[in-house]
């Protein structure tokens, strides 16, 4: 046994059971210190109550830091005053109720003047990916959350919340700092901010929350990093390190934005502040690298409803931005989201002090809307960058000089006083714990060594099963591979030919490849047969999990080659599932040919909540022959604005005969519903059936040039109202097929086995 004597004195005890520990917590009195054992800790949920004092409080801590873990079903909820929380590591489980660690047992019995400290959350995850549940819910008064770390939240809800909903939890004082939040991918729906701050039931009310010196380490899951809704919070001195997404002021008033630092490092979608609602303070924040758009620019300064219900966009009024610096950041935007509903400009604002510089980019501005409510006063801006207003912007040469603290710091003749970075700012090594690792062990494809698998039946499978995360099973080049079991992708996997010919797979169950949670999947010069497929409607070549799957998965294809998918009907080449997300989805250099079902079906979340399937869509360089489902179905319904995918790219595809299945239940060769970006260049469509597009929400870009169409039904974009399609970016009516002539592309064909460059094929106009 580990010897006990750590704590001394009568007023310790260490419990190993929960019976002890409910013992403990009953017998506690003002200075007690209850510790947990060391070990594994199953299936509990911790009550801790009682009353401290403020020189005394009551302290739930544990045996040694690192070495007690709470696993399974287990949850910890605070009641009471002055208790403190020390230590305890959440991870292998996830909570049975809606919180992990909860300050109140119910709604009347809360927990104030309560500190949580040093306590770990590490993929604490429900499995199920849309249910919902928080890891952090704060009420009562006076409550310290400091030095804690929490990673890897992947379930659908709020990481921390603040919440108002009882007038006990009004005013509160709470402070939120040097905790580390470590990354968290994209969830691909609304719902995946890292903290929220009230809702906007209690918008209006007072929080005054204090959320200072926190470090966001790439805090990803949606468009909200921070959701502030509700009045008088202030954010100080916190970094947000590559994190695609905004701090929002959403709901509520009187916000302080003080000293915080945004690192984009010109990753996409990195964004600072956004701006909406009264009397807003955002001053002294310096921004590095951003290159977000819209919602997710540098700066975002929001159109408001007029008369607007808490719950929408209240205008912004009587906002300061000042003494703010934005270097290498590519976009601030001003009236962001103005529309029918969002019309009234911001109003009695100013935008004075800041500086602007940029080494390559001269056009920062985004103006959506009137800006004669704001006043621009004494902005400084790099020798090359476009004034918004006659006034208001000084040019000057500017340098950068790293400071001590290792940030790029603007010097110029006209900046007066010197930009400076908090000595109390947010750093990986000052926030979390000293004891609890901050390094991820991320495996990649391609990062393992090399199998060899032997040709024969179920020598893949076999290989697959014995492999670890990041291996590739070499196959040998233009020999035949048979399945008789379905192969499980449970980790990163690669499938690569030894040659150039690629190996075949034959495979006698509804699905060849199925990629389960945690798995990603490379296919490299691969031949997939449909000729031995069972003879039943609905295989597919790859499938996801039937189940949820709470880590996002990557898929990409290359040089491969899918034929004779025609034993039934609707035999797919990737089929995904509801409660499924791929960060990337890239098929390229690839053929495919006489298939009954879809290359991709990527619409199974149909709930109309903004929820969507794949982050990014990649089809390039491909050539599709005799395909009777759609080569693509992309779908985002509803009116959600917490995200910014599905991104699109198709690009240098032949499509020959692609989509008149009777079984296509999409009449449709390609059929993309509330994508976001839509790229659609140089691909030619040869006897296809429509492609469609219907635009449903933001403001989605819609590139389509240098298409050809031949014998082709013309493409159909329909939408909101609001969708002037005259007016979409970059949009090139010129597609009419009638303006094109058609390059015989029968060469193409014969090449395809080989893999195709269509690099030389020129569109003829
Ligand atoms: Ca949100």
Redesign the pocket.
């Known amino acids: 046994m580990t010897p006990r004597n750590i704590h001394k004195g009568n007023s310790n005890n260490l419990v190993s059971d929960i019976m002890e520990f409910n013992k403990a917590v009953t017998d506690a009195s003002p200075g007690d210190v209850i510790s947990l054992t060391n070990g594994v800790w199953k299936d509990v949920e911790l009550v801790f109550e009682g009353k401290g004092t403020e020189t005394h409080p009551i302290k739930l801590t544990v045996e040694e830091k690192g070495s007690v873990i709470l696993e399974g079903a287990s949850n910890l909820q605070l009641a009471g005053e002055y208790l403190e929380v020390e230590g305890l590591i959440f991870k292998n489980g996830f909570t049975p109720t809606n919180t992990v660690i909860s300050f109140r047992k119910n709604r009347n019995e809360l927990a104030n003047n309560c500190r949580l400290t040093e306590c770990v959350i590490d993929n604490y995850n429900n499995s199920e990916r849309n249910v919902q549940d928080y890891w952090v819910a704060i009420y009562g008064k006076n409550n310290r959350i400091d030095h804690n770390h929490i990673v890897g939240k992947k379930n659908l809800g709020v990481t921390m919340i603040v919440g108002l909903d009882t007038k006990e939890s009004l005013q509160n004082n709470h402070i939120i700092e040097y905790n580390y939040f470590g990354p968290r991918p994209t969830f691909g729906n ?4 890292t903290l929220r701050i009230g809702t906007s039931h209690n918008s209006l009310e007072n929080s005054n929350t204090l959320v200072q010196s926190n470090y966001f380490d790439r805090t990803n899951g ?3 990093i921070i ?1 502030n809704k509700s009045c008088q919070n202030t954010y100080k001195y916190n970094t947000f390190f590559e994190c695609t997404g905004t701090l929002t002021l959403r709901h509520g008033n009187e916000t302080l934005v003080d000293g915080n630092v945004f690192i984009g490092n010109g990753k996409p979608s990195t964004g600072g502040v956004r701006v909406i609602n009264e009397t807003q303070t955002v001053i002294n924040n310096y921004h590095f690298g951003l290159t977000g758009y819209r919602f997710r620019g540098a700066f975002v300064m929001m159109n408001g409803v007029p008369d607007s219900p808490p719950h929408r966009y209240v205008p912004v009024i009587d906002s300061k931005i000042n003494n703010n610096t934005f270097i290498n950041c590519d976009n601030i935007q001003l009236g962001a989201g103005s529309d029918a509903e969002r019309s009234q400009a911001p109003k009695a604002s100013e935008i004075s002090n800041n500086i602007f510089y940029h080494e390559t980019k001269s056009n920062l501005f985004t103006v959506s809307d009137a800006i004669s409510g704001i006043k621009f006063e004494n902005n400084i801006t790099g020798k090359n960058i476009e004034p918004l207003t006659a006034n208001g912007f000084e040019k000057a040469s500017i340098e950068l000089v790293e400071n001590n603290q290792g940030f790029l710091i603007p010097k110029s003749d006209q900046i007066k006083t010197p930009i400076t970075i908090s000595e109390n700012i947010a750093t990986k090594e000052n926030t979390g714990t000293t004891w609890y690792s901050k390094k991820q062990n991320i495996v990649t494809l391609n990062s393992g060594k090399i199998i060899k698998v032997a040709p024969g039946i179920n020598t893949l499978f076999n290989a697959a099963n014995n492999s670890q995360p990041g291996d590739i099973l070499e196959l040998t080049s233009g020999e035949s591979y048979g399945l008789t079991k379905t192969v499980k992708v449970k980790h990163p996997l690669t499938l690569k030919s030894s040659g150039v010919k690629k190996p075949i797979l034959f495979f006698e169950r509804m699905i060849a490849l199925e990629i389960q949670n945690g798995g990603s999947l490379f296919l490299d010069h691969i031949k997939f047969d449909g000729l031995h497929s069972p003879d039943y409607a609905g295989n597919s070549a790859i499938a996801t999990c039937k189940k949820s799957m709470i880590q996002n998965y990557k898929l990409f294809i290359d040089h491969c080659e899918f034929k004779n998918f025609t034993v039934n009907h609707s035999f797919d080449v990737l089929r995904v599932s509801e409660g499924t997300f791929a960060d990337i989805i890239s098929i390229q250099n690839s053929t495919f040919e006489n298939i009954t079902g879809h290359i991709a079906a990527l619409d199974k979340e149909t709930d109309d909540i903004g929820a969507y399937n794949v982050e990014h869509f990649v089809m390039k360089n491909n050539l599709f022959t005799n395909i009777q489902g759609a080569a693509l179905r992309l779908y985002r319904g509803g009116k959600d604005e ?1 995200t910014f995918g599905p991104f699109l790219n198709v690009n240098h595809n032949v499509f020959d005969n692609v989509g008149y299945g009777s079984k296509n239940k999409y009449k449709a060769m390609m059929s993309l519903y509330g994508v976001q970006v839509n790229d659609i260049t140089n691909n030619i469509f040869t006897n296809c059936k429509r492609m469609k597009m219907h635009l449903v929400v933001g403001e989605p870009i819609v590139n389509i040039i240098n298409n050809n169409l031949y014998n082709s039904d013309d493409i159909q974009i329909t939408g909101d109202e609001k969708y002037n399609i005259e007016n979409l970016w970059n949009f090139n009516p010129e597609f009419n097929k009638d303006d094109y002539s058609l390059l015989d592309i029968s060469p193409l064909k014969a090449k395809g086995t080989e893999g195709l460059d269509l690099g030389l094929l020129k569109i003829i106009k």
């Not at 609304?190 to 901010?193: A, F, I, Y």
């Open positions: 609304n719902g995946g901010e949606e468009h909200e959701s917490s």
